[in-house]
């Protein structure tokens, strides 16, 4: 472990970054959600951590930061993100699980910009993070709430209208076919009702069609009744049926997950990712995977379209959507270009780590 003299002194900028780091204490001190630190160029030590009631305040220099500070099941994603602000000298920047000063896990959001000496080199960083656990919660707790209304709603459509509709139908089918059996000779009027009992049927067919469709349409209701393996395999064999594309469900291992609320979200997942392959990669192959390992589940949805640009601004609500669902249930997801020709959007869910409550 390092001492306090082995710390670099500032440049001239570095000091100018020193006098805006005391403004920022400053300013947060009347904050016990903020956290401040400063850290190594290679983020293996921290020098200096101003925890607030999140982290114990610390002045002395120590390189288990990351073992003390954040769960394992996070670790790998905050060191990737981490290599990734180094090697382009950019500002760091991610929400993810940490552990608080009761051993809790909570939210937070950590910026951390590195400062330069004059020759370009990082010299530290200067962070701040923000505990974000309550928006987390109340953002979770929307959803839910809107997942239960669309399950009722579809309870609704199914104990209600859908039964009226099949009976509306049953009843015109039986005039239907009590008018084609009328006797011969009849006048061309019976005609006339014979064609509009069809027409009667055959729209109340339609509408029965539509509101089960919508009633099915509830994520929540498909996984009670189905599981998050046999929804997945009925979105790829509904995108298998559209023109000019094959879509195929692996699950070698197939096992029940319990968690609805997760389940649904990845679900949403695969269904958004398979909708932007359709939309925007003009595929001819897309497979979906699930793998459930002993510590983690991993979703993935690979095309064999026109691929992604990781670099090119997002387009839409698709993968903004599917990055906030995958950080709501704990989850890592990646986007990458496959080099023979396509996308993978990859999902991973520590099955060891849960959102705290």
Known sequence: MSNRSDIPEPNKSARRLGTREERVRALTSADSGVVVYRISPDWSEMWQLDGGEFNPDSSIPTRVWLETSIPPEEQPRILATIRRAIDAKRVFELEHLAIRIDGTLGWTRSQAVPILNEQSEIVEWLGAATDITRRKQLQRDVLVATEEELRRIGRDLRDGAQQELAGLEMLARTLFESLTSAAAGSCLEIDKHRAMAWKVVAGIDRAHRAVQLLSNGSVTVQLEQQGLVLALQKLAFRTDEVDGITCAFKCEQPRDFADIWMAAHLFRIAQAAVDNALRHAHPEHILIALDCGDSDLTLQ??????????????????????????????????????????????????????LPP
């Open 301 to 354: 949805v690979a095309d064999d379209g026109d691929g992604f640009d990781p670099m090119a601004p997002s387009e839409g609500t698709g993968l903004p959507t599917m990055l906030y669902r995958a950080g709501l249930i704990g989850a890592s997801l990646t986007v990458t270009r496959v080099e023979t020709g396509g996308t993978l959007v990859t999902c991973t869910l520590p099955l060891s780590g849960r």
